[in-house]
Every structure is written in C-alpha cells, then in structure tokens.
C-alpha cells in the first residue's frame, strides 16, 4: 500500500451532482428534525426489529442521534474519499491502473455515502411519523431496500474494478 500513488483525482460532472446531492440530503435531515423537534412527544421510538416494528423507545432527545451520526459518516468518508490510496483493492495498484482504479473507488464511496443518507434519512422521516401516531413501525420494506441499496452498488464497482484490472494484463499481454 505505501507504494501506490497518490493522485488528486479531479472530480468530474456526475462526481460534483453526487456530491452536491449528498450534502443536500444531508442538510435536509438536519432540517427535517430541527424543525419536527417540538412537534414530538417527550417518548418516541428509537429501535425498531428487523419486520420494522417499533420494539424500543427514549426520549425525544433521541432523534438528534440519526443526524449526528448520519453526518459524521458523510464527513468521515468525504475525507477518507481524499485518500483512495489507503482503500483496499480487488487487485494490484500500480501506476497504469492507479486513476481508473482510483476513480472507481472514490465514486463507489461518492455513492455509498448518498445511499447511507437516504436510509438515515427515511428512517428519520418515519421516526417522526410513528412518534406522531401518523404511521405504525419503519415498514417491511425498509431493510432489503437498504440492503439492496448498499450491495448492488458494491457488486458494480467491483465488478468493474475487477474487469478493469483483467483488460489491462490483457492489453500489456498484447502488447509484448
């Protein structure tokens, strides 16, 4: 790992518009529960099973909790996301490979980050409307949406990372 470069990657058009989503979306949860914060009852829930069902509760106090740790994620993997060298990789980095192989990474993190904020940011939302009496639990769906959400984006890139790496021996096998 010490020996892989270290690039500044440039962000392109789709990076920024990811980008600028993900710090929208975050914002909008901190607003989401500022402003619903005295609408709540003092007990609201704050754990729910794997159906989606309510089976914990706290203070209301306890909401804050999501967009705090929903924002130090997003920080967090934004300034890891400046580092692609220190991420773990399907195959060997090197100096031909470095920026696509680079670019892959960062753009997967770029992603994961929004997706994180979408469930954080529903699961928030829902919160709300429980502790209103405006709905019953996070809902069925809630989980393999998630799940699905995290891991298909995950599949493609490694994927695509993996088939990156396999056309450039093809290339350099070609080549000699």
Known sequence: MSMRPKIKLPLT????????IGWSALIGIWILTLLNYSRLPETIPIHYNGAGEADGYGTKGSILTLPIISSFLFIGLTVLNKHPHLFNYPGTITEENAVRQYTLATRLIRLLKLVILI??????????????????????????????????????????????????????????
């Open 13 to 20: 058009p789709a990076d920024k518009v990811i980008e600028f």
């Open 119 to 176: 469930i954080f940011g529903l699961i928030v939302y829902q919160t709300i409307q429980n502790a209103n009496g405006i709905s019953d639990g996070l809902g069925i769906w809630l989980l393999p949406i998630s799940i699905c959400l995290i891991f298909i984006p995950i599949a493609y890139y490694l994927t695509k990372s993996i088939q990156s790496n396999k056309d450039k021996k093809r290339s350099i096998s070609n080549n000699s």
